[in-house]
């Protein structure tokens, strides 16, 4: 397994992230899923980062799950059978938030693996995608676990800007 961090303060980030994509996605058109749900600040940094992409990606990437459709935990064997069937030769590149230590807080971590949705709230859900992409927003052992309270909006929205803009490095060569 590859696995790439990146940490919220360093102002290269989108190009380590274009950078990381590029060595770990190797298809035709990009499969994007990003899980979350637009009814908690912490949940949103996929849905955030997949209305984002529908624009900026059009016509060059398959973009599922954003703030009006989102992907929530109910969705994900759903959307995984239906992505499947349509794109059978196609990576999937899954994108969520995490819980993770406290010193992680503020990190992307891209792997070249996919992710069980739902990990840090004790959900048990199949595992989806190939290569990852995962923005820790709130401490694992903190009282944000349940409903991500507390979790700063300034903090997912900058995280989910360095993963657009790393993706759109990586497949518009921008």
């Known amino acids: 397994m590859t696995k790439f961090t990146f940490n919220s303060l360093n102002r290269d980030n989108s190009k380590e992230i274009a950078k990381s994509i590029k060595q770990l996605y190797h298809s035709q058109m990009p499969v994007i899923v990003c899980v979350g749900s637009d009814l908690s600040v912490g949940d949103s940094f996929g849905p955030m980062i997949?209305?984002?992409?529908?624009?900026?990606?059009?016509?060059y990437a398959y973009v599922y799950g954003t703030l009006d459709s989102?992907?929530?935990?109910?969705?994900i064997v759903t959307i995984s059978e239906h992505i499947l069937k349509l794109h059978?030769?196609?990576?999937?590149?899954?994108?969520d938030a995490a819980l993770g230590e406290e010193e992680n807080v503020g990190f992307v971590k891209v792997c070249s693996e996919g992710i069980k949705p739902g990990q840090g709230v004790n959900k048990d859900l199949p595992k989806i995608g190939n290569v990852s992409i995962i923005g820790v927003v709130a401490d694992k052992n903190?009282?944000?676990?349940?409903?991500?309270?507390?979790?700063?909006?300034?903090?997912v929205h900058k995280l989910s800007c360095d993963v657009i803009e790393g993706l759109?490095?990586?497949f518009l060569g921008v």
Do not use: Q
Not at 50 to 59: N, V
Not at 142 to 155: I, P
């Open 50 to 59: 997949g209305t984002a992409l529908i624009k900026r990606l059009h016509g």
């Open 70 to 75: 989102p992907i929530t935990a109910k969705e």
């Open 88 to 95: 059978p030769n196609s990576k999937i590149i899954v994108i």
């Open 142 to 155: 903190s009282a944000y676990k349940v409903k991500n309270v507390g979790v700063r909006l300034s903090l």
């Open 168 to 170: 759109v490095m990586a």
